[in-house]
């Protein structure tokens, strides 16, 4: 997210690493976590924050490289910076927070708002669970070494305009209700959560844009083109029944959307 000089990262993973994911056989959590210097330093030359949601492989393992590169700030919980000082992130710039926090920073707010992550299966399991207290854990090797540690969302003011980032396909009704964002960042998903879609946009008073999240296989390649796991089509219909007036928008990989 920019606006001005300003940028704000959420959940910046780009080296995309393959896991087999969105194969019949699922992540293998076995696959080594690699990181692709050259590739974040082509796309990654600036940034003032980077909120990160939770700790799973697809969401952190690339921020200590950006964040020493650019000498951003890093949110994150407990868990999440603890796996961040294991890859390496430097220390002083990992701001540990719970969730409640409201940090007003020159020409943009973040408030950190606690959620959840999803509900996966026939027992709506969280994939990779756990969490990382304490000391900080031996230096992660594995996709499997990096677990969920807690899911939180980001509402991020800046510009004039506020967009609610969810890292996850799960939300806490009592946390959203009230906010009145300008735009959301959905991920796919939801399917065992009741009302996922309809019930979201009604807390949120049907914001203008939504902006369709994680529906990409993300073993592909950043520089090639994005493509549908099948699950985008039924977020989009969603939408459209839930909240007709929204501006439904999907974007490609390196592509941009102005609010």
Request: hydrophobic share 40%; net charge negative; charged share 20%.
């Amino acid at each position: 997210m920019t606006a001005g000089e300003i940028v704000v990262l959420v959940d910046p993973w780009l080296t995309r690493f393959h896991t087999g994911t969105y194969t019949q056989a699922g992540s293998d959590p076995t696959t080594p976590i690699t990181v692709d210097t050259a590739l974040l330093d082509r796309y990654v030359t600036k940034a003032d924050a980077v909120v990160v949601t939770h700790g799973h492989f697809d969401h952190l393992p690339d921020v200590p490289h950006i964040a020493a590169r650019t000498g951003a700030t890093v949110f994150g919980n407990e868990s999440h910076c603890n796996m961040l000082r294991a890859l390496g992130a430097p220390a002083a710039q990992l701001n540990e927070v719970r969730g409640g926090e409201r940090i007003d920073y020159s020409g943009y707010r973040i408030d950190v708002v606690p959620s959840l992550h999803s509900m996966v299966g026939p027992r709506a399991q969280v994939p990779f669970p756990g969490s990382r207290l304490g000391a900080a854990p031996p230096r992660p090797r594995t996709i499997a070494d990096l677990v969920e540690g807690g899911t939180l969302a980001y509402e991020i003011t800046m510009g004039g305009r506020t967009v609610l980032a969810l890292g996850g396909s799960n939300y806490l009704d009592r946390e959203l209700a009230g906010r009145r964002p300008d735009a959301v960042l959905l991920p796919v998903g939801g399917g065992s959560v009741p009302d996922y879609v309809p019930r979201l946009l009604e807390l949120l008073d049907h914001p203008a844009t939504v902006l369709a999240t994680h529906w990409d296989d993300f073993d592909q390649p950043l520089e090639k083109p994005a493509v549908d796991t099948g699950a985008l089509e039924k977020l989009r219909a969603a939408v459209a029944e839930a909240s007709p007036s929204a501006r439904f928008v999907q974007l490609d990989h390196l592509q941009r959307h102005t609010l």
